[in-house]
């Protein structure tokens, strides 16, 4: 019988399940490194922690560890449902109020060292983070896909910790109730991608009017398990955020709020720095169980149901 000990958190809707104690000995080294070693020899320990049945599609695992730069509060991997992500924002942002709730990091600028590199992130009072994120660009522009069922659509390439294909003026509506339909249509130009030999980009977004007033786009974000991110994707507004550079469409400081399917909303805005985009995400997180996982020999589920 193993136990692992987890505090859960959503962002904005999206669930961060922070791995506290319990988690496999990756023996130190970079970040990058400890990824390489839980992908090659856990990789069983992360299906358990976030597949059913004690997780779900949706839910993303930060696995808490040892950073290699002295400077850094924390290191964290991050994973789903199918592998694992290079960064993740509404995690980040879920990881740190995490800490806060369990008494490890005071209100203050953090810094957490990530497998693409350390971002800054400030825990504010009343559960609010801003994460200063990787430095974020656009890479193509207006590329043109042949999605299957759907036809040429277009959109940019850009990463923001992850990679992301965005796609501006949806053609489903982005509400709940055309989540099968987004999903479908977001899966299509993911496989269009895969046949252009494009398998990095393993996240699709897709924006349309927002119906919040006081945000400037809504959008639908496709993860690369297939589940749709719940909130407005830190990741992905940093992606957004470097299209709006490039394209001359946002300045340095100016807020961009992006909000996202179910409702929530993430204030992104940039600043430059050594020449390069940094996006900062501003969003809240709330605790919403700590608990203790059962790994339990005896069961034929014990790692998970993996796909
Ligand atoms: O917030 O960066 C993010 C993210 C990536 C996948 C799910 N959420």
């Not at 019988?1 to 958190?9: G, K, L, N």
């Not at 990058?32 to 059913?52: G, I, M, P, T, Y």
């Not at 950073?67 to 592998?83: E, K, L, R, V, W």
């Not at 909000?259 to 995400?281: K, L, N, Q, T």
């Amino acid at each position: 019988m193993r136990e692992v000990r987890v505090i859960d958190s959503h962002t904005a809707g999206e669930p961060t399940r922070v791995v506290i104690a319990g988690g496999p000995d990756l023996c130190g080294g970079t970040v990058a490194q400890q990824l390489a070693a839980f992908r090659r020899d856990f990789d069983a320990f992360r299906s358990a922690v976030v597949n059913e049945p004690r997780g779900n599609d949706a839910m993303v695992g930060a696995l808490l560890c040892e950073p290699s730069d002295a400077s850094c509060t924390a290191g964290a991997i991050f994973f789903n449902n199918t592998g694992y992500l290079n960064m993740c924002g509404h995690g980040t942002i879920g990881l740190m109020v995490t800490l806060g709730y369990l008494g490890r990091l005071a209100p203050g600028v953090h810094r957490i060292e990530t497998p693409v590199g350390v971002v800054s992130a400030e825990l504010h009072e009343g559960n609010e983070v801003s994460l200063d994120n990787v430095p974020s660009y656009r890479e193509s522009h207006a590329l043109t896909v042949d999605a299957p069922g759907h036809g040429a659509v277009t959109g940019d390439v850009a990463w923001g910790g992850n990679w992301f294909f965005l796609v501006e003026g949806s053609p489903v509506p982005i509400d709940l109730a055309h989540v099968e339909e987004l999903t479908a249509y977001t899966w299509a130009i993911r496989q269009a991608l895969d046949a252009m030999g494009l398998s990095k980009i393993d996240h699709i977004e897709v924006f349309g009017p927002p119906r919040n007033p006081s945000a400037h786009s809504r959008n639908f974000v496709l993860c690369p398990g297939k589940a749709y991110d719940r909130s407005p994707c830190g990741t992905g507004t940093s992606a957004k955020l470097a299209c709006l550079q490039a394209a001359g469409k946002l300045r340095p400081g100016e807020v961009w709020r992006q909000e996202s399917i179910v409702g929530g909303v993430f204030e992104g805005s940039y600043s430059i720095v050594d020449g390069a985009v940094i996006p900062r995400i501003r969003g809240s997180a709330f605790v919403t169980a700590d608990a203790k996982l059962i790994l339990d020999e005896r069961d034929p589920f014990l790692w998970g149901i993996r796909r």
